[in-house]
């Protein structure tokens, strides 16, 4: 079973950038990597996909271009730069690891590995 680890969380002020890292047990190369979100009081929420192989990347409407997603098969790791952070990108960040959906999905349902999350915190 593959495990998964973020890294890169901390508190940063509005307008400034962080960098999640996630970082698998074993090679990840064969799945679909996800990262999704959760804010106290609310469920988990769709932030970015990105396929097997990186050959297509997703991203929920809220990111507008602020965020990028990207992975390093060689070092098992996916990444989720962060820019232009708002309050409202305060939260848990998760990553995610479908090996049944290659092109990634908006929905958690979709993967079978979750890492136990970063925080996320943007003052204003």
């Known amino acids: 079973q593959v495990q998964l680890v973020e890294s890169g969380g901390g508190l940063v002020q509005a307008g400034g950038s962080l960098k999640l890292a996630c970082v698998a047990s074993?090679?990840?190369?064969?799945?679909?990597m996800g990262w999704f979100r959760q804010a106290p009081g609310k469920g988990r929420e769709f932030v970015a996909t990105?396929?097997?192989?990186?050959?297509?990347?997703d991203y929920a409407d809220f990111v507008e271009g602020r965020f990028t997603i990207s992975r390093d098969d060689s070092q098992s790791a996916v990444y989720l730069q962060m820019n232009s952070l708002e309050p409202e990108d305060s939260a848990v960040y998760f990553c995610?690891?479908?090996?049944?959906?290659?092109?990634?999905?908006?929905?958690?349902?979709?993967?079978?590995?979750w890492g136990q999350g970063a925080q996320v915190t943007v003052s204003g």
């Open positions: 074993r090679p990840i190369s064969n799945y679909a």
């Open positions: 995610a690891a479908s090996d049944h959906s290659p092109l990634g999905s908006s929905q958690p349902w979709a993967y079978d590995i």
């Open positions: 990105i396929s097997w192989r990186a050959a297509t990347t």
